[in-house]
């Protein structure tokens, strides 16, 4: 079964920097899109960024580009997100997800981003 | 951008019914379309990948159809843990969007 754990969400002032991490149990990480996807809060779900299996493309929706990075390191098994410039919209829970065959099927629990001064 | 627009927004459905859920797109996906359940408290499941494809565990009772631009998620014989937001996904080009979701409750 895979597990994906998700890390780093905490309160952080407007304008301010931060990091996501998202660990994943499997040996398939290396071979696998990853996705990140978030939900406001009371709020639907929506897609923030996919990375390609090494690393080499990556997607973003238009409401973060320029302020997010999506990356990851196959040698950890771990994805990361850095999120810069962060506005109270952004206040999100953000979960990362594995793509298999082009769908986000494996979905971690989540980790919660509020962003407040 | 392609737009999902699912309807209705709430469904209140007795236990044993039948519930369709509908999920409309702007432009065509042609069959790039998936179904996720999400639970209070907790991350989205999928259910239904590429418009009629059954997710590994889940129960025949949940069953997709649609191409193109009209979508349907078909749960037949509802039971109680049904209960829960239903969200439609379209993969067919950038950027991935969802729909803004369908509340099922059962009665």
């Known amino acids: 079964e895979v597990q994906l754990l998700e890390s780093g969400g905490t309160l952080v002032h407007p304008g301010g920097s931060l990091r996501l991490s998202c660990e994943v149990s499997?040996?398939?990480?290396?071979?696998?899109?990853m996705t990140w996807v978030r939900q406001g809060p009371g709020k639907g779900l929506e897609w923030v960024s996919t990375i390609g299996s090494n690393g080499g493309k990556t997607y973003y929706a238009d409401s973060v580009k320029g302020r997010f990075t999506t990356t990851r390191d196959n040698s950890k098994n771990t994805l990361y997100l850095q999120m810069s410039s962060l506005r109270a919209d952004d206040t999100a829970i953000y979960y990362c997800?594995?793509?298999?065959?082009?769908?986000?099927?494996?979905w971690g629990q989540g980790t919660l981003v509020t962003v407040a001064s | 951008e392609i737009v999902l627009t699912q309807s209705p927004g709430t469904l209140s459905v007795s236990p044993g019914e039948r519930a369709a859920l509908s999920c409309r797109a702007s432009?065509?996906?042609?069959?790039?379309l998936s179904w996720y359940q999400q639970k209070p408290g907790q991350a989205p499941r999928l259910l239904i990948y590429?418009?009629?494809n059954r997710a590994t565990g889940i129960p025949a009772r949940f069953s997709g159809s649609g191409s193109g631009t009209d979508f349907t998620l078909t749960i037949s014989s509802l039971e109680p843990e049904d209960s829960a937001v239903y969200y439609c996904?379209?993969?067919?080009?950038?950027?991935?969007?969802f729909g803004q979701g369908t509340r099922l409750e059962i009665k």
């Open positions: 499997t040996f398939t990480f290396n071979n696998s899109a």
């Open positions: 997800a594995q793509r298999v065959l082009g769908v986000e099927r494996d």
């Open positions: 590429d418009a009629s």
């Open positions: 996904q379209q993969r067919s080009s950038w950027p991935i969007t």
């Open positions: 432009q065509t996906v042609i069959n790039f």
